[in-house]
Each structure stands twice: as C-alpha cells, then as structure tokens.
C-alpha cells in the first residue's frame, strides 16, 4: 500500500460523529489550524459541535443509520465541502473497517488504523485468536465461527459457569451478559444477539469465563506509519455499571510499578502484532493477580483525557500528526507519568428510576470553570436538547491532582460545582461514588456499583432550616431582579416599608412529603424566617457563579438557586435539593397515570414483547422490552396480576406516556 494514499497532511477535517467527542476534536484541530466540518441529523440541528466547527452538513434523518451510521452520506459531507481527512470520534463508525476502506477508497485520510487492522483487531474473536498466536495471555473460552446455539451451549459448560456471553463486535457493554447458570443462556443470547445486531449490525457472539471479582485494567498505545509502538500507561475502569465505565483513572491504583511494566509490554506485544499505526486501547481483565486480554479497542477512547492529564499528551493531536504521516514526537522512555487523574461521565439518565435516560431541554447549564486541575469535556450547553435517539452522555468531568486522594477529592468538587437542570443527570449518584469509602481505599471490583447500589442512590436528605431559608430567600431574590426589571418602584422593593413590617407565609413540598410552612417577617429592622417553634434573623448578598449567600443567625452559607416556576433547585452545604413551592392559590392538580397502565417512559422502540396476554404475572415480571438511547429497558408489572392487554406490537416507535399494555390487579 502506497503510504501517501494512507498518510499525508491535510488542512480540511470532518469529524463523523457528534456530541462531546466531536467538541473535543474540533479543539485540537483548531488548535492546530485545521478547518473543521461537522456533520449532524436534523435531531441535531441546534446542536453544540455544529456551532463550533467552521462548516456543517445535514446528514439526514434522526435515526444513526440514516444519518451517522450512513457511510456514503458522511463520504458525500466530505467531498461538499472540500474535507480532506475524516476522524471519525468514538462510537457510530469509528471501528467499521468498511468505513475506513471508504475513506481510502474516496481519497479521504483516515484517522485511525487501516481497515486490515481494524478487521484483524475490532473482531473480539478474531483478535483474540491473533493474540493467542502471540503468546498474549487469554481468558478461557470461545471465539470460533460456529455461532448456533448448541456450540455456544456446549463452550460455556466446558469452561463452566458463570460465563460472559459478548458481542464479538461489541464495546460499551452493549450485546453483553453474565450468566450464572446453563437455564439463563438461551434466553441472554438471544437478548444479547439483538442488542449486538441494533447497536453494531454483527450478532456473532463469543463465550469467555467470567472472572470473580475481576477489575478492568486497560493500557493506551499509539503507533505511527514509521513502526513506533508506544505505551502511554494503563488507565483503570473498573467501577462500572451494566458492563459500562462510570469512573476511569490513571494510573491504575491496583497495579504495583512491576505490574504496570508487565502489562504495557503485553499491550505493546498485542498491537505489534498486526503493526497497528493510530490510538488504540488494548483492555484486560485482572483478577487481582495476573492480567488476560479481552480485546483491542481500534479507536481514541472515551476515557482518554485522564491520560492526556498523567502524561500531557495531547492524543488527538498525536492522532491527527500520525495521520499526516509524522513519526511520533517521543520514544517509550520519554512517556512520563505525572500524578494521578480521575474522570466521572456526567449522563442524562435518572439513578432513582434504574438510571432511565431522561430527555428535554437544558435550562440550566453551569460547570465550574477548568482550573486548579479540573477539566471538563461537554457537548451540551444551556438550551440544547437532549433527544432520545443517541447515547445520553452529556460531558464528562476530569481532575489531576499529584495524588489519588486529591484527585477524588478535586473530582467531587467540581461535580458538586456542576448544575444541569432541565433534565435528570447522575451527579449526585457520580458524587456518592467517588467518595465511597471502598472506593476511596480502592477496595472494589467490576461488580461494587450493583451491590452497592441502594445506597449509592439514596433519595435526597430531608429539608433542614438552612434549606427552607435558602427556599425562601431565592424567591425573594428573584422577585427583587423581576422588580427592578419592572419598574423603578420602591413599593415592589423587598424591605422597604414606610412603617412596620410585612409578614408572608411560604409553603413547600418535597417530593410526595407533607407541606411545611415558613413565615417571613421583614420591613423595618431585621429580616426573620420562622419555622415551627424557631426564629432565625437572615439576610443575603450576592455571590459569584449566579449564587448568592446566606446568613442566618451571623452564620454565612454559600447557596446555588434555580427557579423554574414554582419549581426549586437548592444546592447547599448540605446537598441538592428540589423543591415545590406550593401555589397559594390552587392549581395544583395533575392528571396520574394509573398504575395498571404500562406506559413508555420516554419516546423509544418496542423491540421484544415477554409475555401474553392473559399470562398470569408475579410482581417485577417482565412484560416488554423498549429500546431508548441505543439500551434495553424491560417494563415489568407493578403488582401480581393478570396481563389484560398488549397494545403494541415488536418494531413499534412509540412516544413518551403511550399506553403500551395493561395489568389487572390479582384478585386479593
């Protein structure tokens, strides 16, 4: 192969993907004087990569496979507007070796490997028979071809249960299942060849032994088109959640310095095998002791920029220099590792309803800013809509500090200095995480979040003093900001008062708890709040950051407020807190939905229906399974019954609250 048809500079480049890794992309691009061209579905019209590139074409329609999973389109972006290389980000096309064969054939560079390697390296199957030509240490299992389910059955009792049933062109947890028993296989193939089939268009499936207590251990390696190989350290993922990484670090807390050598040689020693040039990620699984390869990940990272941060390497600048044929810029050991970094991916998901994707408009977007060691990625800002049809990550918040504590510690900070409203996020769930005391002292493994889970998502704390002032006194600050808007009068200022005081009664509500009053007497003198029997003397200041302070009783307390409606958001030293200020003049009423009704939580498709009708159901029985964001959520029954009626059908796209089947309570 002609190196200059692969490799050579370029000044034009199309980022084929969206969201927070074409931001980031386009950073380094710019950065290095690149024009850059965003593509977009109509979905993502309004979206943030498409304000910041230079130019941006329309792919198509919402769905990913009429839009970014559509390679002749994403080619036709390119030749439009002049791009001369595509990077193609992570996820959608980044390691479909027909894309990157597209490219070249087109005349377009690829950032990335070429699609040899790719085929040699994305299949788990097939990399996994190169690796154990290699020598490369494997967990037992099975990657042939046969892919009937008499062979999968026989395999997973060889090696024995429980065993990882896994999409052989998987990633992210997608197409993947533990199964603990020879009774659950059949029913998690077929769930997991459906899942593999939606997400990849690949059902084929491997069996691997599942390793107890595993951890994830993964070492980043770059190549270039010169044959340098190099090892940027090792990065640790393993608290994650339905096979997905919530928190990833470098370096690993687990591995010793012998460990760390060990480990990137094996990596070095799989990606030499098929002379990889481009990022790539070569992933292990650790029981505590020794290391076995899972698979090679052809693409930049989701996780990447806690590698940038030990190593201050700019990998998408490395990517974008290997592309136009430049050797890398340091040998193996000039790789350093400074420090320790920490990464939490902030989703729009909600962790008190099993982490359901939440979609809508962001009316509230503030991120602390990047300093002291905090980084935060994002592809969302205030007013973008986070729409069902794509993954639900909104940004990801990254901290470096010189040790791990500090790390944790610099990383709790800036999430609890993160507030996204509109929307549900998982902050608080990422906060209770990081300073959970096993993860603090690193005792964890793949599978602490699910066990730890009840706890880690805890409703919200009881409102205290300091939350019912705060309540009170965000309104009053916004009414002041509204009648200085207004108009200039001294009647709509709060505490002006020709004689006397005035006095007001508040009435708030936390989630379905009982109204609590609060009373504000203010005018002449001092300002007070009673609640119950106690009074407390307050006032307030602006602050900083949209802010402001509070004083009660001579003691300063620093409050974030957000008011929608009779809707409040407080975030205290105590925590978050939502609130509904309770109208004094009625209309409080809101249609329910009845519990016997099953209805879809967010716009999605019906992809699986589990039971019929007239089945006879205990309560948690599985009824159907809807597809949201690219992941199956199974509706179950509310309550033993009998399922009265399906009202949908497997292929059905279905909108947010439609009725999708109903339950008859069992006769008591």
């Known amino acids: 192969m002609d190196r200059a048809k692969l490799y050579r500079r370029f000044r034009t480049l199309l980022i084929a993907n969206r969201g927070e890794i074409a931001c980031r992309v386009i950073r380094s691009a710019r950065a290095m004087g690149l024009r850059t061209v965003a593509v977009y579905s109509e979905a993502d019209r309004d979206a943030m990569h498409v304000a910041m590139a230079d130019e941006a074409v329309l792919l198509g329609p919402a769905r990913a496979r009429d839009s970014y999973l559509n390679i002749a389109r994403v080619i036709e972006a390119a030749r439009q507007t002049g791009a001369e290389a595509i990077h193609p980000g992570y996820g959608f096309l980044s390691e479909n070796a027909e894309f990157a064969q597209a490219c070249l054939d087109a005349g377009l560079v690829f950032v990335g490997p070429t699609a040899a390697m790719m085929t040699a390296m994305g299949s788990k199957s097939g990399s996994k028979a190169l690796m154990e030509k290699a020598g490369v240490p494997l967990v037992p299992g099975y990657h042939g071809e046969a892919q009937d389910e008499a062979t999968l059955a026989k395999s997973a009792d060889k090696i024995g249960f429980p065993v990882l049933v896994k999409a052989s062109a998987g990633g992210g947890g997608r197409g993947m299942r533990v199964v603990n028993s020879a009774g659950e296989l059949s ?54 959640r339905r096979h997905q990484k919530v928190i990833e670090e470098a370096p690993s807390p687990t591995l010793d310095a012998k460990q760390r050598e060990t480990v990137c040689a094996a990596a070095r020693k799989a990606a030499g095998a098929v002379n990889y040039v481009g990022a790539g990620t070569i992933e ?113 918040v990254i901290a470096w500090a010189p040790t ?46 699910e066990r730890e889970l009840k706890k880690l998502t805890e409703a919200a704390s009881a409102l205290g003093d300091l939350e019912l002032c705060a309540a009170v006194a965000a309104i009053v ?39 609590i009053k609060v009373t504000l007497r203010y005018g002449n003198g001092a300002s007070t709040v009673s609640i119950g029997k106690h009074q407390f003397v307050f006032t307030t200041s602006p602050a900083e950051g949209g802010g402001f302070d509070l004083t009660i009783d001579g003691m300063k307390s620093r409050v974030t407020a957000v008011i929608e409606g009779h809707e409040l958001y407080l975030r205290t030293r105590n925590g978050r807190f939502d609130l509904h200020w309770v109208d004094p003049f009625g209309g409080e ?14 716009p999605g498709t019906v992809v699986a229906l589990l039971a019929e009708e007239g089945a006879i159901l205990e309560k948690g029985a599985a009824i159907l399974t809807l597809e949201v964001m690219k992941m199956e959520q199974t509706l179950r029954a509310p309550f033993a019954g009998v399922l009265k009626k399906i009202k949908c059908k497997v292929g059905d796209i279905v909108g947010e609250g439609v009725e999708l089947a109903e339950v008859e309570p069992a006769a008591s």
Not at 589 to 602: F, H, M, N, R, Y
């Open 187 to 240: 029913a998690a193939i077929v769930s997991a060849k459906r899942e593999a089939k939606a997400a990849f268009g690949d059902d084929r499936m491997l069996i691997e032994k599942f390793v107890q207590n595993p951890r994830h251990i993964e070492v980043q390696i770059i190549g270039d088109s010169h044959g340098n190989l190099l090892s940027l350290w090792e990065r640790e993922c393993t608290l994650q």
């Open 589 to 602: 009423t809101e249609e329910q939905v009845g519990e016997d009704k099953i209805v879809a939580p967010l």
């Open 404 to 449: 791990r504590q500090a790390a944790i510690e610099r990383l709790n900070r800036g999430l609890e200095e993160t507030d996204v409203r509109g929307i549900v996020t998982n902050i608080p769930f990422l906060s209770a995480l990081i300073t959970h005391p096993h993860v603090r002292a690193n005792t964890i493994d793949t599978g602490f979040i």
């Open 284 to 396: 292990f699984v650790s029981d505590g002791k020794e290391v076995f390869f899972i698979e090679m990940n052809t693409r930049l990272q989701v996780e990447h920029p806690v590698t940038e941060l030990i190593t201050g390497v700019d990998l998408v600048e490395w990517q974008l220099r290997v592309a136009f044929g430049e050797k890398l810029p340091l040998k193996q050991d000039e790789i350093r590792l400074n420090g320790h970094a920490i990464e939490a991916r902030v989703y729009a998901e909600n962790p008190q309803k099993n982490f359901m994707p939440s979609v809508g408009r962001i009316k509230t977007w503030r991120t602390p800013d990047a300093v002291d060691g905090l980084r935060v990625d994002a592809g969302y800002r205030e007013g973008d809509t986070v729409s069902p049809y794509y993954d639900a990550m909104l940004a990801k």
């Open 477 to 515: 600050v916004e009414e002041q900001k509204a009648a200085h808007r207004e108009a200039h009068s001294p009647w709509q200022t709060f505490g002006w008062m020709p004689v006397g005081q005035r006095q007001r009664v508040f009435s708030f509500r936390q989630g379905q708890g009982a109204e």
